[in-house]
Structures are given as C-alpha cells and as structure tokens.
C-alpha cells in the first residue's frame, strides 16, 4: 500500500513552452501533497506544499507563478513548470501524507525534465 | 531552525563489509527520524524510521537508533551487498499538520564486490 505515482517519468521540452507533472496517490487519499526539486549531487529541496481545494503554499524563492501547483482532488496534484528555461531542467518528486497518519510521507518516483 | 547533517559521500565498500553512515541534527523538540535511500534514477524510499528518543528503526538488515542525548541517528548494516548501492538520505520532520521534511545533503553508497 501507501503507493504514489508520477507522471510523465521523463519529458524532454523546449524552452518557452509549459509542461504538467502529474501526482497521484494511487491507494489511499492525501490531506497533504508536497513538491521537491532535485539538483544533481544535490539534496533534495521543498518547493511547495499544497493542501487539496487550497492554495499552495511556496517556500521561500520559489516563484509561484513560474511553478503553478493545483491540488484538485484527495489523490491528485500537478506542478505545471510555465515558460520553461534550460535552468528549469531537473528531478522534481512529490511525496504526499496519508489521511490520518502525520508521520509518514510516501514519494514518487519522480520527473526527469529537460529543457532544451 | 532544523538541520541535517551527514557524512559526505562516495563511500565505497567491498561486499559484506560493516556500513556506518553518520547523522546528526539539530532540531527543537521531538522530531521523528527517517532514512530514506534512492536507488539510481529513482524516487526516494523510506528504509527506515524512529519516532522518540532511544528508538531503533530496522529494515532490510539496516539499523539506526534515536540518540537525543548525542542529536544522532547513524544508520548501520553489518553486511553490505552490492545491491545496496544507492543514495541515502537522513531526514527529520514533525508529526501535526504540516509535515515539512528536512532532508540532509545524502550520501552515496557503492559496493563493489
């Protein structure tokens, strides 16, 4: 159980143009889902938190309106990254918390995106 | 605010030699603990957990122990296998409403046989 996926695993685009990732908890429901970016070597760093029927909440240096999160449902979000940048190229992963259990968080296999 | 920190990597080990991983953080109150490892190419997987002070969270013959009085939670294996080679990472979060992780900087395992 407890399975989150991604998708799509890998989408190569050019640059100025928008690209969505998809994040599903395929089987329990999600009171909280939350989005990383994954640098080369590097940690990984929280971009946003999303509550489903609210507002994203971005961490600090995050542009919002580059990365627009939408959290419609209890097992779906979506980072849409707009106007893409070659810098924009990464491993985004989302992770998301089971309804009823604050400990946990269950990640995807992550988005390798490039932009060219 | 919270912060983990971790031994650098590559670490290379020969088959069935004794894995140490070192953590420390530091943190207000209780946080729970966790060892996350990410294999090439792929998302992170929790390996293992502590949520209070002297807990030991085991997994696939990995151990790591809650230390508050040292702020550590070193994970260890007694006998490594070149399938355990991948990134892990050392983690703290909070239970409650928002479950922001903080994540060290991880550490690259390779087992060569």
């Known amino acids: 159980g407890a399975v989150v996926s991604q998708h799509p695993s890998r989408v190569i685009c050019k640059s100025g143009t928008s690209v969505k990732i998809e994040c599903r908890s395929l089987?329990?429901?999600?009171?909280?889902m939350f989005w990383y970016r994954q640098f080369p070597k590097q940690s990984l760093m929280l971009m946003a938190t999303?509550?489903?029927?609210?507002?994203?909440?971005?961490e600090q240096g995050v542009e919002k309106d580059k990365f627009l999160i939408n959290h419609a449902s209890l097992t779906l979000s979506t980072l849409t990254v707009t106007s893409a940048h070659p810098e924009d190229s990464s491993f985004y992963i989302c992770?998301?918390?089971?309804?009823?259990?604050?400990?946990?968080?269950?990640f995807g296999p992550g988005t390798r995106l490039t932009v060219t | 605010g919270n912060s983990v920190t971790q031994m650098e990597g590559p670490v290379t080990l020969s088959e069935e030699a004794f894995l140490t991983i070192n953590c420390t953080y530091t943190?207000?109150?209780?946080?729970?603990l966790f060892w996350y490892v990410q294999y090439p190419g792929e998302g992170l997987q929790l390996l293992l957990k502590?949520?209070?002070?002297?807990d030991k969270g085991s997994n696939k013959g990995f151990e790591a122990t809650y230390r508050k009085e040292t702020t550590s939670f070193h994970l260890e294996k007694g006998s490594v296998q070149v399938s355990d080679s991948a990134v892990y990472f050392c983690?703290?979060?909070?239970?409650?409403?928002?479950?922001?992780?903080?994540f060290g900087i991880g550490t690259k395992l390779q087992v060569i046989p």
């Open positions: 502590a949520t209070k002070a002297d």
């Open positions: 983690a703290l979060s909070y239970s409650g409403g928002y479950q922001k992780v903080t």
């Open positions: 992770s998301a918390t089971p309804w009823g259990n604050s400990y946990e968080q269950y």
């Open positions: 999303s509550n489903e029927g609210s507002k994203a909440t971005y």
């Open positions: 943190a207000t109150g209780y946080p729970s």
């Open positions: 089987d329990f429901q999600a009171t909280t």
